[in-house]
């Protein structure tokens, strides 16, 4: 048997086209493609307003059930099934996010999925791609820059410098500068005070361009970010201190979607790569929407599992954009499944149909919250060289109770041939006409309530808690006028509740509501349940240093 | 009489070519250039190996008088001599830096030229370009996360936190950040210690990705770089932190140099942009040299007047990167020279032909100073409309004394067809074969007496002075093998002295040497005298106030 190859040999291997024949696969003239490189293209503004009025094609979400160490291969699973269905003759396309730098250098490989389901070019996807979070980090940072420069020159608006809100963000796993004091040195280098930096991935500025339809959108979404409070606590935005223009300046090209190809020449835009925490976690709205024009079928991923991803996706995604999910296709791993059902990493190798049944738990309630949104799912097993045949069975046999469907996918080891039942299945799913999506609140519905709905049709929890300060928070952004925007829940992704330790399926617990924040120009107001890490740290042997160039000049050690 | 039009409504009219036409201009066939959109390219690094045997063109330096307020037209005199070979039949291009993001939001208008001589895409220039910068402040803040990662994790180097020489770097202007705190926190975030940000134009990784030959040297450079110390002051390189590899990784494609064209479609390789003052000032060597095995000649700048920019020009990317320029042209405005001779800058509108000789004195010491380096000289008096024939009959009579020749150029109005005469010249000048290039002092020669022979050859200072510190440190790196370095002197721009004040040719004033700096990897060491600021900020009404998209979608007052 031949030695397995690593996904950058696969992907070194590839037989790429130019990305001008990916582009005309599309229908896309290759004027409009602003080429990067021989195999990376933005499209180009124009363009699409010129297809706004085609007709759209399906979306299909993948999302997964909780993670776990053992990995599910949810961007790996909605590859294969793009690949899949153009196999079985649809015109299909991905949307995929755009992975982030500062963790490549980590310990998480790279995220253009994996084996004979990728995207590429890999490297420079993982790595600076189209500029697109340099762009994000540089407006984000000038509106930093402006801020403590409105202050340093007498501070008209009367910012309270310990309420200022927006921090600084930077593309690097960097620890030291979670929390800094800023301004040091004396009189010409301004006041000091608390500061701190995020990760680009989670900047407001990220979530906003992820959600913005158009350049004018864009730069009416950047004047409402809320800078800062003063000391009456009214906000101070970014429109007051004339940073939107500027921002808008520095994002436009960054809000062109971006054009590459699968392994198997298929088309996929990769654009956009907010948090799947304190934001909501999918490729951008510009290129979804674009994508449904182009294509008969469109396969997104949303982050985490299904409980924060998908329910972000519709609550969020769809309900701003007017998109209507035709179906969802849930992952999950035996190997993840049996992690659910309480067997340790290292005894993964072993059958243990006992405990696969028990996880099963975890993957059912993932299927019926995809039903309460109105959208009819399948589950994609990505399968494993260890998975033995009675844990397979033991998974379908679960899914059929809850009136389902799994399908063993074999993507990773053969590309689109691993995927075609399971794109038979969600091409039957979706012409069905089964899909009645709606989102899971009203707009009407008060804040809190919203969290309560989410704890307790989402998670299965008795109820959301909260203290005083953060339900009289709420109540004056409802007063505010912000009580019409949907909740962006911040939770562990590795459980229904807020114990990143009790897998599987548990009910009845509390989810407490440590903190709210107003994403004013995203539109969401962000519930945080438990720590959140908006700056990640390097391990203690990162992955950057066994990353080099060889001899040949081709990279090394970036996976 | 027709409006005049702004540089960016002239670069916006411009009637560009597709950058595969450019780049057949110099044998660079399409599958070795990299397109970034439809008017910018890299150059692959095969394409470059495979031209090292072609013969090298002639070299010319643009250079300046010490600049004022009034402005030089360094940039801007540059393309338009590149503009005017070529419209004499020679085979030319022009060889600049890339600006740097920051400064567009503060005061600073673009760095692409102006008037008739500008390099386009001007607005793409002047913002994220191709990413080279971004790409630099990633591989600098990488190197930065990993030092304090490294001391985060039990510091097996012992590096003394209060030593650590290596700060962060963000592409903004942005005082607050000069001077921090950082760790803060608890234990999770490290160990507080003082640290601080430069502007990413003021990182050793740019002007080692300036003075590279190829990406192994890079990768060795990288290594070279000195992170801090311990406490028995030892040194510790990125190399003893693995750092080196990951950045050469992040750095692969900004090391290819940038092709563009000019508004009269000649080609232009922009790329790199070091400080001027803590570093060398040049755009990058593997540009140069590549230009040169391209074009018959090459224009290229330096940075600031000829007592900084040539001096480093010379002394530091001629005498490491093995060029022999053929000559130079030091640029001058009449409004410039009356600045040098005593004018106020609200008087500069009246006739002066007695200032204007009095302010010749300024222009003299840099012909003089060149011709020092063996290279021969021509003054190029960069024309505005209130220039008087007294004024310029004076310029052109005083450098004849000087056995010179000052020719009146008008290509900000006309283009080529204003550099005729000056690219005639500059051809003779070239083909004369008189130049007899040698830097100022040899390798061998020891640290300080490299200081000082600058401070009396080209400051005309009677000596450098600097306390016991300074001296015993350049007495520690001789010993440590770094005492072949050239020196990169750190001192303001606008003066012959370290008096800002001191305009035209001051004479036997001391420069004082406040510090010295190792730039390990970089190879040279920088002698700083007098204040100089490596984190600018912004005015008190900055300019990014006033850039926005307008409804068509192009970017307004950016310049």
Not at 19 to 27: D, F, P
Not at 124 to 153: E, K, P, V
Not at 489 to 498: R, V
Request: proline share 4%.
């Amino acid at each position: 048997m031949a030695a397995v190859k690593s996904d950058i040999e696969i992907a070194r291997a590839a037989s790429k086209k130019p990305i001008q024949e990916i582009g005309a696969k599309l229908g896309i003239p290759s004027e409009h493609l602003l080429p990067y490189g021989h195999d990376k293209a933005k499209i180009s503004a124009e363009f699409i307003s010129s297809v706004q009025n085609n007709e759209d094609g399906k979306l299909i979400l993948v999302t997964a059930i909780n993670p776990t160490p053992a990995g599910e291969g949810k961007t790996t699973t909605t590859v294969g099934l793009g690949d899949g269905l153009n196999r079985i003759g649809k015109k299909a396309m991905v949307c995929l996010r755009e992975p982030s730098l500062g963790p490549c250098f980590g310990v998480k490989g790279g995220a253009a999925g994996g084996g004979y389901a990728q995207i590429v070019p890999m490297e420079d996807i993982n790595l600076h791609f189209t500029g697109d979070f340099h762009a994000i980090t540089s407006a984000h940072n000038l509106l930093s820059a402006m801020i403590d420069n409105h202050i340093y020159w007498g501070n008209a608006l009367e910012i309270d410098t310990r309420r200022v809100a927006w921090r600084r963000v930077m593309d690097m796993n960097d620890r030291a500068l979670r929390q800094i004091v800023c301004s040091l040195g004396g009189v010409t280098n301004g006041f000091p005070r608390e500061a701190g930096f995020d990760i680009t991935v989670a900047s407001e500025v990220m979530a906003i361009l992820c959600l913005a339809s158009d350049l004018k959108d864009l730069e009416r979404r950047l004047g409402d970010i809320i800078i800062g409070y003063r000391r009456d606590k009214s906000a101070v935005y970014a429109r007051d201190i004339k940073a939107d223009g500027a921002m808008a300046v520095l994002l436009k090209d960054a809000m062109a979607p971006n054009l590459v190809q699968t392994l198997e020449n298929n088309p996929a835009f990769v654009h956009g790569g907010p948090f799947a925490n304190i934001a909501h976690g999918c490729n951008s709205v510009v290129a979804t929407t674009t994508a449904l024009k182009l294509a008969d079928y469109v396969v997104t991923e949303a982050g985490f599992g299904a409980d924060l991803g998908a329910e972000k996706f519709f609550d969020i995604k769809c309900r701003k954009a007017g998109l209507k999910p035709a179906a969802a296709v849930i992952v999950a791993t035996i190997r993840a499944i049996k992690m659910n059902g309480g067997v340790k990493k290292d005894d993964l190798g072993a059958e243990n149909v006992a405990a696969v049944k028990k996880g099963c738990a975890n993957l059912g309630r993932h299927i019926e919250n995809v039903k309460q949104f109105g959208v009819p799912a399948v589950v994609a097993i990505n399968h494993f060289i260890s998975d033995t045949d009675a844990e397979i069975e033991a998974v379908k046999a679960y899914v059929r109770s809850m009136g389902a469907e799994a399908i063993v996918c074999m993507h990773w080891a053969k590309g689109s041939e691993g995927t075609v039942e399971l794109a038979e299945r969600v091409v039957a799913l979706a012409e069905s006409g089964s899909a009645q999506f709606s989102p899971l609140y009203a707009d009407e519905m008060p804040l809190f309530e919203k969290i309560n709905t989410i704890v307790r049709r989402v998670y299965r929890g008795s109820e959301a808690i909260a203290d005083k300060a953060v339900r009289d928070q709420l109540h004056q952004w409802e007063q505010a006028g912000y009580g019409n925007l949907p909740v962006c829940m911040a939770k562990t992704q590795y459980s229904f509740s807020t114990d990143p330790n009790l897998r599987g399926a548990p009910v009845d617990h509390v989810v407490p509501v440590r903190e709210v924040r107003l994403a004013a120009g995203a539109g969401f107001i962000v519930a945080i349940c438990g720590e959140i890490m908006t700056m990640p740290g390097l391990p203690k042997q990162p992955s950057s240093e066994k990353i080099f160039l060889n001899d040949a000049g081709y990279i090394e050690g970036l996976f």
